[in-house]
């Protein structure tokens, strides 16, 4: 199983970007996927996550209404769309994979796209 997240980069404040992540190995579908982040000195935190169709998301408090979350099954991709960006969103972003959704816990994880946003 990879998941292979991609699109970091460095933006400016109140900028936008978009992750990507690709899942091989696996029934994507058949997965709940999740992004998570780790700032610099920090531990990791959970940013978001959205069910095996789609239809349902959820987000931590700090991102709701930036961040977006989707999913394209038939491309095994999950994408988090981040709007409105600010410079304490700088991180390490990861994507996960779980079996179960709500996710108890993640089955798989990716090697993480870094965000620098700017001041």
């Known amino acids: 199983v990879q998941l292979q997240a991609s699109g970091g980069g460095l933006v400016q404040a109140g900028g936008y970007l978009r992750l990507s992540c690709a899942a091989s190995g696996l029934t994507f579908a058949s997965y709940a996927m999740g992004w998570f982040r780790q700032a610099p000195g920090k531990e990791r935190e959970f940013v978001g996550r959205?069910?095996?169709?789609?239809?349902?998301?959820y987000y931590t408090d700090s991102v709701k209404g930036r961040f977006t979350i989707s999913r394209d099954n038939a491309k095994n991709t999950v994408y988090l769309q981040m709007n409105s960006l600010k410079p304490e969103d700088t991180a390490v972003y990861y994507c996960?994979?779980?079996?179960?959704?709500?996710?108890?816990?993640?089955?798989?994880w990716g090697q993480g796209t870094l965000v620098t946003v700017s001041s």
């Open positions: 959205i069910s095996f169709s789609g239809s349902n998301t």
């Open positions: 996960a994979a779980s079996r179960r959704y709500p996710p108890l816990e993640y089955n798989y």
